[in-house]
């Protein structure tokens, strides 16, 4: 018996998680220690962060905002042990249920439209009791599943022509359109762009490419003339930020403005001036890098851009180390979220996008987003605790 | 065995999850890039914005200067008012068809301010109508009530906490202790308009100053109102103040205000109190009370007056509307400060200076008589005396004002206009005296020239012999006789008035002392002198004088009388129906006292007031007295000062 051909660059059995340890089965041995203690330092520093966000309401009437950190604690707490219970679970179950969970999901997004209540002129919410969830943030992680499942089923070695990416594009389509309709357009491009990361690891038929880039080319334009008046504004405070510092334009110059005030070092914990003088709106949902940049400065940012950067990079290691195809889809699909998450947030505050509602993984407040991200983390736990269990999917290859 | 089964990558995923790592990197750089260019190099510039936002700089409230009287007492000082603001839209709620009612605010601060019906139904139409145009003046606050009483400013900021959308705002106003007393010479102050701003900004007014309107008040403005200062302060997006980071207020973070300069004037209270007093059953007129030895005033008073506190807006808006229209509106013209602006037919207390022309030119000495039948005819025109004086010599033709000794003078023995122009202006007539407050008339002293020029080049001798006696185009200030009579009095220096004694830091510290000034030493020859201050004191002690009846017991005092004719056009109905006042002579006195050694020179005129021997020269020695009483309890109270502290 020969030793198996080592992948490059790794020279030990052990690197490759092949060591004595790890030959034995139990999933639970392979647990997933720099995905857990990487998500947990950010969800950590996500708490501390908001502490000092919201500070500025105490002794204010809206002094309850000045506690929410703690609601995030319990959300963080709610979403470790749905985490731990669906990485117990072996994914193989996932994909078995991969289309009834994605039609639930498609069915609570339809509910949105009857039992909606209107946040701000867009209804994303639906109330159970005193409960409310938005259906759009746990339809994410459904379409990855959905996605997953499909191209687990239909393996190719050949490049996909048009023809064959009709059902990727239908799944991914009735959740967006029905997204973009609430309207809730970042949401939208979310389910956009996980559907082209994942499509990215297949081989695309070369005309098929040129035809969707060229579809994206004049569609965009013309998507343009259907944006809603509120959209176009934020496009065009973004080309042009300084026309409108007061109104539109209000959230991103101060947000800038905040970064750049971090300089090197920071203000310092519970210092930074923009914050405490109220200039942020909206610091502890959507905005909350610029807290941390402005009290931690450019070295806590690149901290922080460090470990998404790990979280998101390790996530592609687990998908090229998942036992099956359905496990390496499904990774990539949740990296991406993650990805796209911190890079439009962060490019979004910083001035390089457009102002979109998308919230930072586990720094922005919100029980339905800290839940989509701990699903999607344990998703990933669950993919690589059972890299190494019983090759089931090698019947379909 | 499983181990070595290829991974399910092979095949269609392979390479691929490079190409995606490399994406992420790439983006992830271009993040990092984007953090490097605003904290790095952009940072300092951020860092600035960042201050920027937060600090103000606000302004601290300096405080005007005090005005104290020779003797200290505070005659304009600054007061604290309160204002109550109210945002109609806070204390007003909508009913079921949309109209505006009343809150449950304004029931509470109904029943704190414990209003009146009849005020509380007025305040509350104003804010529901405010309420009900709706817009953002229905969100501003409001003045509700100007100067509202310490008791309900109290009440209200006890209970400010049940009271959101009131407001209690206090603000500084100017205060007159003594009220209408002196008002035209300490003046009152104004809000600025836009007119003004665009002038005063620069020196560093704003909207909402008060500034001094007239009298002290405007001519010393630069003194007494002081600069502001500023501080820095930390405000949030919201306009709140928030300390927590003072460390980045970069120095000076504070500037303190300096008060404006304190003044002390030469005006005694008690005397200017004697001065109301003497005047107080004649309507109008004007009377000034001069140091001889240094020009400086003792006493300044118009009359009818007004209430300068009124006028500065300490009451409210409405009550100086109202204070302005009565004040332009009354026939009387309590408006026009009658010592200084207002000019009038000077009659017999010129005389002295048509007597000194005469004798000076050498046209006669003091031998000179005639005898006075009650009348001169001169040409077609007759020219009348006051009675028929028989035998008058230079003395009696001063001491009981004989009019025809001065028109002989004039018709018979060559006095000509210009020389008695000459002789008045020597003294000061028809020229301002530089006091420097209030809008100051010249007087009018005729010559020949000027004369001519406006008869259309006709001169008639008839014009010399009124301006002999004082009347026709001549005609004078209260302040420019009393100053004329001074200078005769101390023997020919003519001063400029002065009414500030000197300049004071709010502590108390002279910053300037103000010395007298001379206008000019007038030629006066000492024979001439004596023979006119002996007819002045004629006038006042002799048998036959003309002020003799009002004499007072115990008071030596020298003067002449002036009864000026006027004949007035009436301008308006109200002057129509009182045509009888207004047609009564100016009584007027004009003199000094001591007789021997001079203190202090007097003008008193009483406007329509009839004769001055009746009417002006009672007020005068009234006021004389009164001033020889002061001085006689400073100088007691001082004794008693110095020997208090030599006994122990």
Partial sequence: ?397 | MSLLVPRPDVGEFRLRFRWLALIVVVLFLAVVGRMVHLQLMMGDEYAAIARENVVRKVTLATTRGIVRDRKGEVVAASRASYDMFVEPKRITALDDKGNPRMGDVWRRLVELASLGDEERQRYEQKILAIRGRGGARAEQQIVLMEDISRDIVAALMTHARELPGIHVVPVSVRYYPRGGVGAHMLGYMREVDADMLAELRKQGYAEGDRVGASGLERAWESYLRGTRGWEKVLVDARGARRPTREDILEDPKRVEPIPGRDLRLTVDARIQDAMVKAMQSELAGGAALIDVRTGRILGLVSKPTFDPNQLSGGFGKQTVREAFRKLFNDPLKPALDKTLSGAYPPGSTVKPFTALAALEKGLIDQRMSTVCRGFLSFGKRIFRCTQSHGPTSFHKAIAQSCNVYFYRLVSDYGLTMDMIAEVAMRFGLGQKTGLGINAESSGRVPTRAWMTRRNKGQFRIGFTVNAAIGQGATTATVMQLALAYAALANGGTLYQPQIVRSVETADGAVVQDLAPRVRRRVTLDSTYRQLIADALWGGVNEEGGTSSRARLAGLDAAGKTGTSQVSHRPTNSEELDNIWYFNRDHAWFTGYSPSKSPEVAICVLIEHGGSGGKHAAPVAFEILQAYHRIVEQDRQAEEKALGGRASP
């Fill in chain 1, 1 to 397: 018996m020969s030793l198996p051909v080592l992948p490059r660059g790794i020279s030990t059995l052990r690197e490759l998680g092949l060591g004595p340890s790890n030959l034995s089965g139990r999933p639970r041995d392979h647990i997933d220690w720099p995905l857990f203690v990487v998500a947990a330092i950010i969800a950590v520093l996500g708490v501390v962060n908001m502490y000092s966000a919201t500070s500025v309401y105490f002794g204010t009437t809206r002094a309850g905002l000045a506690e929410i950190y703690i609601n995030q604690v319990y959300w963080l707490a709610i979403g470790g042990a749905v985490g731990a219970g669906v990485s117990a679970i072996d994914y193989r179950h996932i994909e078995r249920y991969a289309y009834l969970i994605y039609v639930a999901g498609v069915f609570s997004l339809a509910l949105v439209f009857v039992l909606a209540r209107d946040v701000r002129g867009a209804s994303r919410w639906i109330n159970i009791g005193s409960f409310s969830f938005q259906p759009s943030e746990f339809m994410k992680p459904c379409l990855i599943v959905a996605l997953a499942k499909y191209l687990h089923d239909d393996p190719r070695s050949e490049p996909r022509t048009a023809r064959e990416l009709i059902v990727p594009v239908i799944l991914t389509a009735i959740p967006g359109l029905l997204i973009a309709k609430q309207p809730d357009l970042g949401t939208a491009l979310m389910m956009g762009l996980i559907f082209v990361s994942i499509m990215a690891i297949t081989r695309i038929d070369r005309k098929t490419l040129v035809g969707a880039l060229a579809t994206v080319g004049i569609g965009g334009p013309l998507l343009w003339t259907f944006a809603l008046p509120y959209q176009k504004a934020r496009v065009t405070t973004f080309l042009n930020p300084a026309a409108d510092i007061k109104g539109m334009g209000y959230h991103a110059y101060h947000a800038r403005v905040a970064i750049g005030n971090g300089r090197a070092l920071g203000n310092g914990y519970m210092n930074g001036m923009q914050n405490q003088y109220r200039f942020l709106p909206d610091q502890y949902t959507d905005f909350p890098f610029p807290v941390f940049a402005e009290e931690w400065g450019f070295v806590g940012a690149m901290v922080l851009l460090a470990l998404y950067g790990f979280l998101v990079l390790w996530a592609l290691r687990i998908a090229s180390q998942a036992r099956d195809r359905f496990g390496a889809v499904v990774s990539v699909g949740c990296g991406a979220l993650i990805f796209w998450h911190a890079f439009i947030n962060v490019g979004m505050v910083s001035g390089m996008l457009p102002v979109v509602g998308m919230p930072l993984p586990l720094f922005s407040y919100g029980g339905s987003s800290v839940l989509t991200i701990t699903l999607c983390i344990a998703l990933l736990m669950n993919v690589s605790m059972r890299r190494y269990s019983g090759f089931s999917a090698l019947s379909r290859l």
